[in-house]
């Protein structure tokens, strides 16, 4: 069971964006069933598990791509 946690850190987490966080926490993104998921939020802090769901659901969608550049998480 995972926690509430700041957006900066989800990000980091999921290897994505704090934009891509408010993205899916403001538009939510579409699961593998076609239906549309929102990230549980507290304020500032959302849930770390959902984040997890809404990057591995949107990984391999053709043409797009969340994920930073190898070379930017190497950093």
């Known amino acids: 069971m995972g926690s509430f946690v700041s957006r900066q ?7 994505v ?11 939510g993104w579409l699961d593998a069933d076609g239906e549309r998921r929102f990230l549980r939020s507290d304020g ?10 809404a990057e591995r659901d949107t ?12 070379t930017e998480l190497a950093a």
């Open 9 to 15: 850190d989800a990000a980091l987490a999921a290897g």
């Open 44 to 53: 500032l802090l959302v849930h770390v598990d959902d984040v997890l769901e």
């Open 59 to 70: 990984r391999h969608k053709p043409g797009r791509s969340h994920r930073r550049f190898q």
């Open 17 to 27: 964006t704090v934009l891509v966080i408010k993205s899916w926490l403001h538009r």
